[in-house]
């Protein structure tokens, strides 16, 4: 099984941006993690800032791996081109969000992605990419 991780904006500085939120381990570390505890999974990973840079990794992922795990930082809230993409291809995406965006402000509890994504897991910190990754697996046993 073959899984995109996508990052989105500032999702670089985990570790060091707002710890008391996003907690201290750096992503790469994490991404080291995720991939020994599931070692049956082929993965790849991107990191952007940049919109276009996700839409056009959606885009290339149709047909190139079976799962997205996708964290679009402030983009969740404001991109109806990312949702265009999810929607545009067939491939499984999950929405996840390291925070528990609805005990935060206003403006994080409404996801332009949400309705195009088999799924949205959210709050469990880092552990949301491997909820996403193990949804994504048993999404395809059945």
């Known amino acids: ?18 710890p008391e939120v996003y907690g201290t381990m750096s992503f790469d570390d994490y991404y080291q993690e995720l991939m020994q505890r599931f070692p049956e999974v082929e993965f790849s990973y ?63 509890h409404h996801s332009m992605l949400s309705a195009v994504c088999a799924g949205v897991i959210v709050g469990f910190g880092l552990n949301s990419y491997a909820l996403a990754v193990q949804s994504l697996i048993d999404r395809m046993k059945q």
């Open 46 to 108: 991107v990191q952007s800032n940049h919109e276009g840079v996700i839409i056009d990794e959606l885009h290339m992922a149709w047909g190139r791996v079976d799962g997205v795990v996708l964290n679009a930082g402030a983009y969740s809230h404001t991109s109806l081109a990312i949702a265009d993409a999810i929607a545009s291809i067939e491939v499984p995406v999950v929405e996840v969000h390291i925070s528990n965006v609805f005990a935060r402000e206003s403006f994080r």
């Open 1 to 18: 099984m073959k899984i995109l991780v996508i990052n989105g904006p500032n999702l670089n500085l985990l570790g060091r941006r707002e």
